[in-house]
């Protein structure tokens, strides 16, 4: 498993103090809020401050201090350290799923090759000899072992980009 994991993209410049605009690759924009460090091109970044606005996390890091230095952030990625991050309970990082091994009822279907965010509920994309969009639902997801990168699924029929 990955140490530094994608968290969002550092999208504009908030004010003329060096705050930055992040539009976070989570859940909700919260999960940045109780990071204290966080990564960019792989050197640590204090956070001095953090607080939502809309679906962006506005922050000031240390060291930023100026609209001049926070532009030059513009477009970087911002990576969290998977030790500092606490999920709730039966969820998981999208990086994990990603490469995963996917059976269902008749063996080996595939890997985990995209997760797509859909308003109710994500879709995997899982390719192998057929491409199978799943959605992520208790009905057809039936166990996801991160330590083993499996994932056991049921499929049904249409699930199959290429099913009649």
């Known amino acids: 498993m990955k140490t530094y994991l994608p968290a969002g993209e550092i999208v504009n410049t908030h004010g003329v103090r ?8 989570a859940d909700s924009p919260e999960f940045l809020l109780d990071f204290k460090t966080l990564y960019i091109d792989g ?21 930023v201090d100026g609209i001049e230095a926070a532009q030059a952030l513009r477009g970087k990625q911002i990576m969290i350290s998977r ?7 039966g969820s998981v990082f999208v990086d994990d799923l990603i490469g995963m091994t996917v059976f269902d009822q008749t063996g080996e279907i595939g890997v985990v090759a995209d997760v797509w965010d859909m ?5 995997y994309i899982v390719k192998g000899e057929r ?28 699930m199959a980009s290429d099913a009649d």
């Open 131 to 158: 491409e199978y969009q799943i959605p992520a639902v208790k009905e057809f997801v039936k166990k996801i072992d991160v330590e083993a990168g499996v994932m056991e699924v049921v499929t049904i029929e249409g």
């Open 18 to 25: 060096g705050e930055v605009r992040v539009l976070p690759w």
């Open 119 to 123: 308003p109710r509920h994500d879709v």
């Open 83 to 89: 030790a500092d991050a606490k999920l709730p309970a």
């Open 43 to 63: 050197a640590p970044v204090a956070v001095e401050s953090a607080r939502v606005q809309k679906t962006c996390v506005l922050l000031k890091l240390k060291g």
